[in-house]
T-cell receptor
Framework: NAGVMQNPRHLVRRRGQEARLRCSPMKGHSHVYWYRQLPEEGLKFMVYLQKENIIDESGMPKERFSAEFPKEGPSILRIQQVVRGDSAAYFC????????????FGEGSRLTVL | SQQGEEDPQALSIQEGENATMNCSYKTSINNLQWYRQNSGRGLVHLILIRSNEREKHSGRLRVTLDTSKKSSSLLITASRAADTASYFCATALNAGNMLTFGGGTRLMVKP
């Protein structure tokens, strides 16, 4: 049973380009969470999605960032017109039914903006 | 500001010693969890303690929760070099699975 799969693991973009990060949750999981982590810091919540719905996007910047979790296919975190401050590790986590508590994390996508 | 704050930020001990990490939070919670992160990797869930529990054990891990002080501690007994990692506490405000993470404790266990 594969875990949470994220790709790409590493992504390099120049300022102004777009970054697309993908996350396939664990089999049977319908809840996806995106977090951002700066070096030597904790994880900051960005967005929580269920299939085809954004449940909570309170941690996601209003501009340039968007997320989706379509009925078919992986969840995608999209960052348009990247800036150097977007350089970070982006982690996706999934969970099955609510109230179990535990999140299962992917290995992360490390974005470097030149 | 973050919901959870770990203390200390960094801890260096010898193999065989015990490691204690503390976490404080600000608001009422449904549960508190501890995660481990090896350098360059994703987070791995260690243990969950619910708001009506005071202590929980899992192998060499012992977690306590004091809701009156809004604090938790993670104790790793008989530490090993392989325990070297960052440890994060995370709080869930309700029965859903959205978690708020602290800044982490970076633990180094010297062989």
């Amino acid at each position: 049973n594969a875990g949470v799969m994220q790709n790409p693991r590493h992504l390099v973009r120049r300022r102004g380009q777009e970054a697309r990060l993908r996350c396939s949750p664990m089999k049977g999981h319908s809840h996806v969470y995106w977090y951002r982590q700066l070096p030597e810091e904790g994880l900051k919540f960005m967005v929580y999605l269920q299939k085809e719905n954004i449940i909570d996007e309170s941690g996601m910047p209003k501009e340039r960032f968007s997320a989706e979790f379509p009925k078919e296919g992986p969840s995608i975190l999209r960052i348009q017109q990247v800036v150097r401050g977007d350089s970070a590790a982006y982690f996706c986590a999934s969970s099955g039914q609510l109230n179990t508590g535990e999140l299962f994390f992917g290995e992360g996508s490390r974005l470097t903006v030149l | 500001s973050q919901q959870g704050e770990e203390d200390p930020q960094a801890l260096s001990i010898q193999e065989g010693e015990n490691a204690t990490m503390n976490c404080s939070y600000k608001t009422s919670i449904n549960n508190l969890q501890w995660y481990r992160q090896n350098s360059g990797r994703g987070l791995v869930h260690l243990i969950l303690i619910r708001s009506n529990e005071r202590e929980k054990h899992s192998g060499r891990l012992r977690v306590t929760l004091d809701t009156s002080k809004k604090s938790s501690s993670l104790l790793i007994t008989a530490s090993r070099a392989a325990d070297t990692a960052s440890y994060f506490c995370a709080t869930a405000l309700n029965a859903g699975n959205m978690l708020t993470f602290g800044g982490g404790t970076r633990l180094m266990v010297k062989p």
